[in-house]
């Protein structure tokens, strides 16, 4: 092959492996294969629900791309625990098990087939997983952590056949709990010994009547919040202290008051779903359109008919529908089975208890963060709106906003949306047309900044930034090449707020300060 005509494209590999195929095909091979051809159409729907391709059927396996990593972990999941479903109500000639694993990488196409570097990845992967688990390259879980609801287990670097470098790999455990140790002798003793990782913790609910309606519940872990106390006025010395341990959080039961995204005036009837009988699932989308399917046949049934429903109207209502707009299942029957976190938030009450003094008007020509479409966009379309509505900024120049019925309901969903398309918490730069924050003139806006940007701040770090982010203008946030973090709250300026955080830095004991926020924003010098 000519290396100058081939085509390249990163891509995310998913490989998929039956356990000890060949001794149930020997045992009765026409039953075995009448058995993997039914499983395997059964991951083949859960694989295109999650816009994947299947594009090489492997004997006993099949592997399949997907253009989102975290969507590629979600058909996996699935797939495990429609598996896991289907063999609750087997009879043992039946069972079938399977291991997968996922990769992100470079591919080089063939017609319809895919070869290279991280297809092989993804197989040896799949090899080192457990029976029933899931085993992922840190390339994928650098792009899942914080976004979806399991645990990791760090198994460090692998020495697999045929490839020549280590792969550094994670086992993932949906139940919150270390995975049984392969019993391939070799797995076991190319492991490294790793402290164990949360993305959070889990429990799996059995929801899936068929292999066909694989769904997968799991629990979040939290962090405590920080206590409500009133917010520094003067320059706080933040030093180390020990991490305090993480809480065990109970597997999430349906409620209304949980579901991200919806309108309050439309709680009612998500209230309704909670006490409706009979098979039912509950579909949404991130603009707050959902569906309900109630009274129907079966599980599978319901969340076909929600899912359907809820896309046919966001299709309706949104007038430029983009790949996030597509409708997700959230529960199935009186459980959520919604892979994803909650979406991250920051500490409430989300927004300064005192307004800049005197009132500051939206002005987009000198908003921070945003690029020309976005503030010509804002101009013709949030100016001009009437209800209530709040501008969220977030990671990477992300701009969000959609109206609401009132001014509290408006600061929730966006955020949450926003934390949500994001991954990380984000701002209320505006109220209608009001600015609530102070923008740096000092230095350059580069972000919006959350505690986490300070490399791995500690418990008591991490409660003191809690509270500076709800903390009144002006306000700045000093980091030490040591660790060491000086936070300055409520000042009369700019150059007040810096001053005294560098000056509460060099205080707590910290080396080479210097200014890493202003107000919610994380800077640079201009």
Same mark, same amino acid.
Request: with cysteine; glycine share 6%; net charge neutral.
């Given at each position: 092959?000519?290396?100058?005509?081939?085509?390249?494209?990163?891509?995310?590999?998913?490989?998929?492996?039956?356990?000890?195929?060949?001794?149930?095909?020997?045992?009765?091979?026409?039953?075995?294969?009448?058995?993997?051809?039914?499983?395997?159409?059964?991951?083949?729907?859960?694989?295109?629900?999650?816009?994947?391709?299947?594009?090489?059927?492997?004997?006993?396996?099949?592997?399949?791309?997907?253009?989102?990593?975290?969507?590629?972990?979600?058909?996996?999941?699935?797939?495990?625990?429609?598996?896991?479903?289907?063999?609750?109500?087997?009879?043992?000639?039946?069972?079938?098990?399977?291991?997968?694993?996922?990769?992100?990488?470079?591919?080089?196409?063939?017609?319809?087939?895919?070869?290279?570097?991280?297809?092989?990845?993804?197989?040896?992967?799949?090899?080192?997983?457990?029976?029933?688990?899931?085993?992922?390259?840190?390339?994928?879980?650098?792009?899942?952590?914080?976004?979806?609801?399991?645990?990791?287990?760090?198994?460090?670097?692998?020495?697999?056949?045929?490839?020549?470098?280590?792969?550094?790999? &994670?086992?993932?455990?949906?139940?919150?709990?270390?995975?049984?140790?392969?019993?391939?002798?070799?797995?076991?003793?190319?492991?490294? !010994?790793?402290?164990?990782?949360?993305?959070?913790?889990?429990?799996?609910?059995?929801?899936?009547?068929?292999?066909?309606?694989?769904?997968?519940?799991?629990?979040?872990?939290?962090?405590?919040?920080?206590?409500?106390?009133?917010?520094?006025?003067?320059?706080?010395?933040?030093?180390?202290?020990?991490?305090?341990?993480?809480?065990?959080?109970?597997?999430?039961?349906?409620?209304?008051?949980?579901?991200?995204?919806?309108?309050?005036?439309?709680?009612?009837?998500?209230?309704?779903?909670?006490?409706?009988?009979?098979?039912?699932?509950?579909?949404?989308?991130?603009?707050?359109?959902?569906?309900?399917?109630?009274?129907?046949?079966?599980?599978?049934?319901?969340?076909?008919?929600?899912?359907?429903?809820?896309?046919?109207?966001?299709?309706?209502?949104?007038?430029? &529908?983009?790949? &996030?707009?597509?409708?997700?299942?959230?529960?199935?029957?009186?459980?959520?089975?919604?892979?994803?976190?909650?979406?991250?938030?920051? !500490?409430?009450?989300?927004?300064?208890?005192?307004?800049?003094?005197?009132?500051? !008007?939206?002005?987009?020509?000198?908003?921070?963060?945003?690029?020309?479409?976005?503030?010509?966009?804002?101009?013709?379309?949030?100016?001009?709106?009437?209800?209530?509505?709040?501008?969220?900024?977030?990671?990477?120049?992300?701009?969000?906003?959609?109206?609401?019925?009132?001014?509290?309901?408006?600061?929730?969903?966006?955020?949450?949306?926003?934390?949500?398309?994001?991954?990380?918490?984000?701002?209320?730069?505006?109220?209608?047309?009001?600015?609530?924050?102070?923008?740096?003139?000092?230095?350059?806006?580069?972000?919006?900044?959350?505690?986490?940007?300070?490399?791995?701040?500690?418990?008591?770090?991490?409660?003191?930034?809690?509270?500076?982010?709800?903390?009144?203008?002006?306000?700045?946030?000093?980091?030490?090449?040591?660790?060491?973090?000086?936070?300055?709250?409520?000042?009369?300026?700019?150059?007040?707020?810096?001053?005294?955080?560098?000056?509460?830095?060099?205080?707590?004991?910290?080396?080479?300060?210097?200014?890493?926020?202003?107000?919610?924003?994380?800077?640079?010098?201009?």
């Amino acid at each position: 092959m000519n290396d100058a005509i081939l085509v390249r494209r990163l891509t995310t590999i998913l490989a998929i492996d039956v356990v000890a195929f060949s001794t149930m095909s020997a045992q009765d091979e026409e039953h075995a294969l009448a058995l993997l051809g039914a499983r395997m159409d059964a991951a083949g729907t859960l694989i295109r629900q999650h816009r994947g391709r299947v594009f090489k059927l492997t004997g006993d396996g099949l592997l399949a791309e997907f253009a989102s990593p975290v969507e590629a972990v979600r058909a996996a999941l699935e797939i495990q625990e429609a598996m896991r479903s289907a063999n609750a109500t087997a009879g043992a000639r039946d069972q079938l098990n399977l291991r997968i694993g996922v990769n992100l990488g470079d591919v080089v196409e063939s017609g319809e087939d895919l070869m290279g570097d991280a297809v092989n990845v993804a197989v040896r992967l799949e090899s080192i997983a457990t029976t029933g688990g899931i085993c992922v390259s840190s390339s994928v879980y650098d792009q899942i952590i914080g976004k979806l609801m399991l645990g990791a287990e760090d198994i460090g670097e692998q020495h697999v056949k045929n490839i020549p470098r280590p792969i550094h790999a &994670y086992r993932l455990t949906p139940d919150g709990k270390p995975p049984v140790l392969s019993a391939s002798p070799k797995a076991a003793a190319t492991a490294i !010994p790793r402290a164990r990782l949360f993305l959070a913790g889990g429990a799996v609910a059995a929801l899936v009547a068929t292999a066909l309606a694989g769904a997968l519940f799991l629990r979040q872990g939290s962090v405590p919040a920080p206590p409500q106390t009133a917010a520094p006025t003067a320059a706080t010395v933040v030093a180390p202290t020990p991490p305090a341990p993480t809480a065990a959080v109970s597997p999430r039961v349906f409620d209304p008051k949980d579901v991200p995204f919806i309108p309050d005036f439309r709680w009612r009837a998500l209230e309704n779903y909670a006490s409706a009988d009979g098979s039912k699932a509950l579909a949404f989308s991130v603009r707050g359109i959902f569906a309900m399917a109630t009274r129907r046949i079966d599980a599978d049934t319901a969340r076909r008919a929600a899912l359907e429903d809820c896309d046919r109207l966001v299709r309706r209502e949104v007038a430029v &529908y983009r790949d &996030y707009d597509r409708c997700m299942l959230y529960a199935a029957g009186n459980v959520v089975v919604w892979s994803f976190r909650s979406p991250p938030m920051p !500490p409430p009450p989300y927004i300064p208890a005192a307004r800049p003094s005197p009132p500051i !008007p939206l002005d987009l020509t000198t908003a921070p963060l945003l690029n020309a479409p976005a503030r010509e966009r804002l101009a013709e379309h949030y100016l001009k709106a009437v209800h209530s509505r709040a501008l969220v900024l977030g990671h990477n120049h992300f701009d969000w906003w959609t109206p609401s019925e009132n001014d509290n309901d408006a600061i929730r969903r966006n955020l949450q949306i926003c934390g949500h398309l994001t991954g990380r918490p984000c701002v209320v730069y505006a109220l209608n047309n009001q600015v609530l924050v102070q923008t740096p003139q000092t230095m350059r806006v580069v972000n919006v900044f959350i505690p986490q940007d300070l490399a791995r701040p500690d418990a008591g770090q991490q409660q003191a930034l809690s509270r500076y982010l709800i903390a009144n203008d002006w306000r700045a946030v000093a980091l030490a090449s040591n660790g060491r973090i000086g936070i300055a709250t409520n000042k009369a300026s700019e150059k007040e707020a810096t001053a005294s955080a560098l000056q509460a830095c060099s205080q707590a004991g910290g080396a080479d300060c210097i200014i890493s926020a202003i107000g919610p924003f994380l800077v640079a010098p201009n």
